[in-house]
């Protein structure tokens, strides 16, 4: 696995790791603002791993001017996970959509720590973690962003 570096995405498609908060902190801002339904979270208990599947805007696509915003589909897995827990997320409900705002790394004691997975209203996923192993991967090509523009930002 390699480390994440924001100058490794370009028009390809991207597949970085992430084993610090630095690392991390380049996942979280290439997945900002993705969207996924509920029902795209996978916890696999035995193996230790917690995985979405997100579709993503390519912020790190130079391309847009000639051909428009792109979203993709992209898997984001930790491995290492030792226990979910979720809050302001209504489970019952798979069709739900969500919108992960950032991902963020606490370290803890040794090389434990705890992922946090922030989502647009008030809505969190935190994954207690032996150690950070994290893996960002584009699964399919990209395609034209429905809503035609890119997201909107607070300080924008």
Not at 113 to 126: H, K, M, Q, S
Not at 140 to 151: I, Q, W
Request: proline share 6%; glycine share 6%; aromatic share 6%.
């Amino acid at each position: 696995m390699s480390d994440a570096r924001f100058e490794d995405g370009h028009e390809s498609p991207l597949n970085l790791g992430a084993l610090d908060a630095e690392d991390l902190a380049v996942i979280s801002a290439l997945t900002q603002d993705a969207i996924f339904p509920a029902s795209e979270m996978r916890w696999q208990t035995r193996q230790r791993r917690f995985a979405l599947l997100l579709n993503r805007f390519r912020w790190e696509d130079a391309g847009q001017g000639r051909h428009g915003p792109e979203r993709v589909q992209s898997v984001l897995a930790f491995d290492n996970v030792l226990h979910v827990a979720s809050q302001g997320l209504d489970r019952r409900d798979p069709d739900t959509i969500l919108s992960l705002l950032s991902v963020d790394w606490e370290p803890g004691e040794e090389c434990t720590g705890v992922v946090i997975l922030t989502l647009a209203g008030d809505g969190a996923i935190r994954l207690d973690c032996e150690a950070l192993e994290a893996r960002l991967r584009d699964v399919t090509r990209p395609y034209r962003a429905p809503s035609k523009r890119a997201p909107q930002h607070p300080e924008a």
